[in-house]
């Protein structure tokens, strides 16, 4: 999912007049900003803006990753004996084990979906 850089948006606008579905918004005075419900990833975005504004998601991993760790910590902070620790954490890790799982077997698919089509271009 792309994300916009406030730090490097100029708010010249362009990417508002490229998005095909009219989902980037600029208010009066403010920043470009990308209503993530209706973006279909096309890219376009990231492609027109003259400022290397519009960020890609492996830019927020490692922010992602603290984010999840941070939680993580706090919730823990919430359980008493080192059991219901330890439980928590394994729970932790199963529900992170099980969205790798889902994650790696959708780029499988996504993949082949992409080969069929690389497979139909003339050469
Ligand atoms: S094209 Fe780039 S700099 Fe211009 S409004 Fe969009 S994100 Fe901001
Ligand atoms: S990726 Fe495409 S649909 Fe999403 S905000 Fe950018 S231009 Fe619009």
Request: charge should be negative; aromatic fraction near 6%; charged fraction near 35%.
């Amino acid at each position: 999912m792309p994300w916009i850089d406030e730090e490097r948006c100029t708010a010249c606008g362009i990417c508002v007049d490229e998005c095909p579905v009219g989902t980037i918004t600029l208010p009066e005075g403010e920043k470009a900003f990308i209503v993530e419900e209706d973006c279909i990833r096309c890219g376009k975005c990231h492609e027109v803006c003259p400022s290397d504004a519009v960020r890609h998601d492996k830019d927020r991993i490692p922010l992602d990753v603290d984010a999840n760790v941070t939680w993580t910590r706090d919730t823990l902070s919430h359980y008493e004996s080192d059991p219901e620790k330890i439980a928590f954490l394994q729970r932790t890790v199963r529900y992170y084990e099980k969205q790798s799982t889902v994650a790696e077997r959708t780029i499988g698919r996504v993949q082949e979906l992409l080969e069929e089509l690389r497979e139909r271009q003339p050469t």
